[in-house]
């Protein structure tokens, strides 16, 4: 399915709730999307967010450059999203993932879920960054304040094992 | 024969030397696997790239498969290393 | 040691790492708080942010009120954040607890750690709230919307445990 | 005999019907159990709101203490139930 896809059509099973998946170059609003999720609302005990920024590894790093798989990259979030929204019954999830080029400092994920309790919440949150980790399209490459050619970034063996634990 | 498009992405695609091609499909080619093995005899750009089949991820019509799924009536296969995002 | 006096204390084994603690009665900006934490750094690769809200428990809650022990509160609060800074190599830590009525809907905690690393950040933000709940000395009431005498929120055993898991 | 400051919360104030208050404490008071078993005979209230022992929570000085935490030179000592903030 393509991204318009993806975006348009309704969650099942959790159609009525609320679902935001972007992918985009511009940064975000870390504080808006929360805010967002929350508004007007007073269901929600535990809201969560994780944001996942460039940092500079002590100064050595210019930037990062980040390549993903147009389309692919927001079906495949949105699948996490749902599966973690039926899986710890959150009442509401929102991922943004930036691609392009991302100075030190900047954002380059956030991931926010709500939930009537706190260890839905966190753990909605934590599972959605595992998976995010190692099943969506993207992938980081260094350029270095050196300007010595940049390497892309490895793949951890740790980031698959944090996802095993949800197969326990 | 058939023809499928191949996307690649990451250093798949910088030894590659492109983001994508159209190539005709032997009938023999048959899995995602097949499919690899298959171009690492077009050139020694593709051979290079795909070197280590093992870490190669393979997408069929923009959804994870693994090295053994067929091919079936995909249109667009992508081959990229593991993911970094996040 | 007296509210003031552990605000104004240096963060000892942590001194240079900010820890913002506070206990006040009005409303605070969840995105204030967490920009001010990351704000002109780019050592910081995970931010974590918790927000409890006052649910409404299905439109049968008209407010929770909250006792507090001032001084205390505070002091409480901010032993927990330094055990947490220092068992999970934070880099900054911001806890912020209201009291008095609060409506439903509204916020009741924040809690925002921030790391180098993703699991850090998250069993930081975990550990102050798990800690928070069963040794900050606050104390919930129920108004009800039918106008009812309401009731003392009783303390779970489930807290309880959710502090021993750290333990092990 | 020797004066203390109590502070109480949530049910526990409730039922002893104040916030605070100052008694003088017999020599023989020594831990904060103790201080509580002294509490219970001072009145009704203060029977009701302490009855069941194990629950009530005890700070001297603004920290948390077992029951069998001596007093000691306790200026400020609070007497409240579980917590259930957060």
Redesign the interface.
């Known amino acids: 399915m393509d991204a318009d896809a993806a975006r348009d059509k309704p969650a099942f099973p959790a159609a009525s709730i609320p679902l935001t998946v972007r992918v985009q170059a511009e940064s975000f609003d870390t504080a808006a999307e929360i805010a967002a999720l929350s508004h007007g609302r007073s269901d929600i005990g535990a809201l969560v967010s994780f944001s996942g920024l460039c940092r500079d590894e002590g100064g050595a790093l210019a930037a990062l450059e980040l390549e993903h798989y147009p389309g692919m990259a927001e079906a495949e979030i949105r699948r996490i999203c749902l599966d973690a929204i039926t899986r710890f019954g959150l009442q509401g999830a929102t991922a943004i993932h930036r691609y392009g080029k991302i100075a030190p400092g900047a954002p380059i994920v956030l991931v926010v879920t709500a939930s009537a309790h706190r260890k839905a919440a966190f753990d909605g949150a934590n599972f959605i960054m595992d998976f995010l980790k190692t099943g969506a399209p993207f992938w980081k490459k260094e350029h270095r304040v050196d300007g010595a050619r940049g390497d892309w970034v490895s793949a951890k063996d740790a980031d698959d094992s944090a996802c095993a634990r949800w197969l326990r | 024969m058939r023809t499928v498009d191949l996307?690649y992405?990451?250093?798949v695609?910088e030894r590659i030397g492109r983001g994508e091609e159209r190539i005709e499909l032997p009938d023999t080619v048959l899995t995602a696997g097949d499919l690899i093995r298959h171009l690492k005899g077009l050139s020694e750009d593709h051979a290079s790239a795909l070197e280590h089949e093992n870490v190669i991820r393979v997408?069929i019509d923009?959804?994870?498969v693994d090295h053994d799924e067929p091919l079936g009536a995909a249109r667009e296969i992508?081959l990229?290393?593991?993911?970094?995002?996040?």
Chains 1, 3 share one sequence.
Not at chain 2, 80 to 86: A, I, L, N, Q
């Open positions: 996307v992405f990451s250093w695609r997408a923009q959804e994870h992508a990229f290393p593991p993911m970094t995002g996040g």
